[in-house]
């Protein structure tokens, strides 16, 4: 079997290892010596800057700007806003000198540098940038300011999963401070369906969308927003969250204005954040135990050509004739890379550009050529019995046919996602059904809830599960609350997460 | 004085304060409450975008790939490569603690979370990224590796100065790995000359090229190289170096593969960098008592677009005006900025953007779209007193006009820039010739040098310069060579540095 031969585990066998597989083998990330902390590969990387790109163009279309803060916060910064601290205190790596010296046992932190204030390395930055917006707004006309930043950030994490929980990882994080509570809502929400925009119409990620419970909520926020996704062993991965903080770190930090009416009035903001974590939400919603399945939007090669020959004749020839199929292609906006490696099979060619996702393939070997016709082959459908993966078509109209084939595979895979996530959005009336669903099926269950943390804090006990997202559309159905048997109007989406 | 109202030092008076104005108050940058932590604000950050597009474009070209590694290094790990961690021990942040708790004196890292080994913040990535490679190369067939990530690193300093000497800054580090030593010194040389060409052709910035002597090698370098400029105050910056690391960090890290004859090999290697000190760089190269002045290629702005306007009437028609031609510049590949900002006069928005150094201002008024005309005027010519500055032009033409000028404008930067570096490259021949003309006309200075350690010492200490560069080209005129009155044909670049 050539999954066999390509060692990922199957994910009936071990999801986990499956997972494992696919970002190790697909080199999309690696262990590091450090412990915690992941090395993201350059096929991994880049696949983070086309993700990345989508998401800067359209904050940058809604009027934000990037900018740079310190990675470094100081310690008494933390403790300012006191939900914040107490929500990332077990989790802060800790600087503490500034320099090396030979000790006793070898080189060490030199004690004559040990810093007066201790400083962390942001878990988040909604403390060090409230206190330069302080700085920065004096009047109503100073505002709002719509910052992003793309940034590392550091939670010390003691069991880590690469791209999904690690030390270190990647994200943006958007920051803005506005005259009114309304402009801060708007913004809030505005920045949310951007997210849920990308992660559908590019990641081809279908996701929930809504606000968090109060105990799932951001150390600091007034509201958690949320975009939910469900991965295909039914547990879901929170894939971007955007908070609605009220006047707290504009009051710790005083982010303060002289208003239209000459009083002085205090900030509200808002911050919102996605990470690498969804690099293993897209691994984890398309691929399958032959390897990688990348979305074409986002996907670092959307076409792989491979030379097929025999003889060294034929191979100049087949070499030649794709090289100029691949300028022809990179004319028309597609990522090719032609695969000519003389020191493999196309057989093993096949199976490495499969593991690693490309969603489409192009053979062409003599007798293709010489017919005026190329093979194209879909990731996403690999292996179908009836090769309905494969097609013959004209070369000549490579440039229209694969743009379009590209589309048609983006959508196949979001509709087959949506699929599967409708599937997996049950319904359960009460505590015990709850339970019950969540135990049996997995995915998303919908129930009706008073907000009654108590409960929330019941159903996470006995089944790991946690309110992902509270829905608007879900509102209005009245029932009995679970748990307490209260009436109710609010549902809420319970599962079991990354 | 339109100069002193917007608060600028002028040069004469104090380059410092005139550089600080500069990025305080052209909005480059902003003191954080971090020591020695810089914010880089939205411009400044425009502009480094600008400058990381052009270096990444030309990276890639050459084969290069990004990817991302911790930003933690383990202690031990510094310490492989003597030369190396001798050379940072004394500006690297120490991560000791990985969680915080309430303490008798309030918030405290968490003694219970002590670190077994400290991890340092990166000062720079050779030694985590080295014992990579040593995992991933196996085979000659696994070389080269070529990858390059753009990151922030952390050397602590005490004594700071936006963007040329902060504790954090950002930067790209090329790191490659080579199966032949030819190979690796040819790719220390290509990145050399990509750095040449980005500086030289997109900042309009001048530099020499050449290798440092031994004394400013990069700490576990065979050979640096480098690009050094010459700021308006004579003072030179390096901007750029490029390092031939032989086979210091595989043998240290144990890169090693099977060659293609069998045996088992050590790696050659190299590593290269620029960094956000070249935004400092293109400040001090281009600007002048009236602010910024911004090279094209890399201006935020390229051209900022003024309505001018008396009644309301008149407001609705220029600006509609102004909007239509900013739409078709834009479509034309130019970057501009209507400012229809309603609460501040004409007059003073000419300051504000001159402050910012944007290239190009058009002022439309009434008249002027009567006539089918607009006023162009260039920001590097800014207070000719024959106005030259100013040019009327054909609305219609602004498109094909608007680019050419840019470029025009790019070039006389560089021109008038290489016009003051030649002017202050002089040639000494003694020793005492070296010191006068350091003293007393600043800039560049080359004079004969064989190598020796104790005199390059001595002008250091006597006159604070130090060797920037040793070109190719200036070797082979035979002379007594400074200090030790021995034959040579080496002759060496002296100057004060940043």
Redesign the interface.
Same mark, same amino acid.
């Given at each position: 079997m050539a999954d066999k031969n390509l060692g990922i585990t199957p994910r009936a066998t071990s999801y986990a290892d499956w997972y494992q597989d696919l970002v190790l083998k697909g080199e999309l990330a690696?262990h590091?010596?450090?412990k915690g902390?992941?090395?993201?590969?350059?096929y991994?990387?880049?696949m983070? %800057?086309n993700i990345r790109d989508v998401f800067d163009r359209f904050f940058k279309e809604t009027g934000h700007?990037?900018?740079?803060?310190?990675?470094?916060?100081?310690?008494s910064?933390?403790?300012k806003e006191a939900a914040h601290?107490e929500g990332f205190?077990?989790?802060?790596?800790?600087?503490?000198?500034?320099?090396?010296?030979a000790g006793p046992n070898?080189? %060490?932190?030199d004690p004559a540098s040990k810093l007066d204030e201790?400083?962390?390395?942001r878990p988040t930055s909604e403390t060090?940038i409230s206190?330069?917006y302080s700085?920065w707004v004096q009047s109503w006309?100073d505002l709002p300011i719509l910052?992003n930043q793309w940034?590392?950030v550091?939670r010390?994490e003691m069991r880590t999963r690469l791209f999904l929980r690690t030390s %270190?990882f990647?994200w943006q994080e958007g920051h803005t401070a506005h005259e009114t509570e309304k402009e801060a809502v708007e913004e809030t929400l505005r920045m949310l369906d951007v997210y849920r925009k990308v992660a559908e119409d590019y990641l081809a990620m279908p996701v929930l969308v809504g606000a968090k419970s109060a105990a799932e909520r951001f150390a600091g926020a007034v509201d958690t927003y949320c975009i939910e996704a469900l991965m295909q062993d039914g547990k879901a991965l929170q894939a971007g969250t955007s908070h609605f903080l009220g006047q707290n770190f504009a009051k710790a930090f005083e982010i303060q204005f002289t208003g239209r009416d000459g009083t002085v009035q205090n900030a509200w903001t808002t911050s919102w954040g996605v990470s690498t974590r969804l690099i293993g939400g897209v691994v984890m919603t398309h691929s399958d135990d032959k390897g990688l399945v990348m979305p074409p939007r986002i996907a670092p090669i959307q076409l792989v050509a491979i030379p097929i020959w025999k003889t060294d004749a034929e191979r100049a020839q087949v070499v030649g004739a794709i090289d100029a199929i691949a300028a022809r292609l990179k004319q028309a906006g597609v990522r090719v890379h032609v695969d000519d490696r003389d020191?493999y099979k196309p057989g093993f060619k096949f199976n490495d550009w499969e593991l690693k996702g490309v969603p489409l393939r192009l053979e062409l070997g003599p007798r293709d050529l010489a017919a005026g016709k190329a093979v194209l082959a879909r990731r996403d459908q690999a292996g179908a019995a009836d090769r309905s993966d494969k097609q013959v078509v004209d070369a000549a109209a490579l440039e229209t046919i694969v743009p379009a084939l590209l589309e048609t595979i983006q959508k196949a895979l979001f509709d087959k996602a949506k699929a599967y996530r409708d599937a997996n959005l049950r319904r359960a009336n009460t505590y015990e059904e709850l339970v019950k669903t969540l135990e049996t099926s997995g995915g998303f269950v919908l129930a009706p809830w008073d907000g009654d943390a108590a409960v929330e804090a019941k159903v996470k006990e006995e089944t790991k599960a946690t309110i992902r997202v509270i829905r608007a559309e879900d509102r209005g159905t009245k029932a009995k609350a679970i748990g307490t048997g209260r009436d109710t109007e609010q549902w809420a989406i319970f599962a079991k997460a990354y």
């Open positions: 690696d590091s010596p450090v902390c992941m090395v993201v590969r350059p991994g990387w880049a983070w %800057e700007k990037n900018a740079q803060f310190p990675l470094f916060i100081p310690l910064f933390m403790a601290v205190a077990k989790e802060c790596a800790v600087v503490t000198h500034y320099r090396l010296k070898g080189i %060490e932190p201790p400083l962390i390395v060090i206190a330069m700085k006309r910052i940034v590392n550091v010390w %270190e990647f020191n």
